[in-house]
C-alpha cells in the first residue's frame, strides 16, 4: 500500500511574532520603571539639598526639623526623618555615613 499523506503548506508560525512583541513590551516597560526611578532619585535628592539649606522643600519655610536620626551600625547608612512645623511635610532619607568604626564611633 503505497498512501501518500498530502500535507497542506502551513503559514508562518504566529508565535515567534508574539514573542518579539512580548519582548518589546517587556523592554518598554522596564526602560519606563528605570526612567521613573531615576526621576525619583532626582526629585528625592533635591528635597534633602532644601532640607540642607534650612527650609521646606514644600512650603519653602525655614521650619523643618529633625524628628528622628538612625543608624544602620558601623559604616551603615544613617536614616534621618525630617517633619516641617508649618505645613506639616514628613520624609526620610538615607544618609551614607562612610566614617566606618575606625574612628571610634561604634564603640571600639
Known amino acids: 500500500m503505497n498512501t501518500k499523506r498530502c500535507l497542506k503548506p502551513t503559514a508562518p ?12 513590551f517587556l523592554l518598554i516597560v522596564l ?3 528605570v526612567t521613573v526611578y531615576i526621576y525619583y532619585l532626582k526629585e528625592k535628592k533635591e528635597q534633602l539639598d532644601a532640607i ?5 522643600p514644600k512650603c519653602k ?4 526639623v529633625l524628628t528622628d536620626q538612625r543608624s544602620g551600625g558601623c559604616g551603615g547608612p544613617q536614616i534621618v526623618t525630617f517633619e516641617c512645623e508649618s505645613c506639616g511635610y514628613h520624609n526620610s532619607f538615607s544618609i551614607d555615613t562612610s566614617g566606618g568604626c575606625g ?3 561604634c564603640g571600639h
Open 61 to 64: 519655610q525655614k521650619s523643618i
Open 31 to 33: 526602560a519606563g520603571s
Open 103 to 105: 574612628g571610634g564611633s
Open 52 to 56: 540642607n539649606r534650612g527650609f521646606c
Open 13 to 24: 508560525h504566529k508565535e515567534s511574532h508574539i514573542d518579539i512583541y512580548l519582548l518589546l
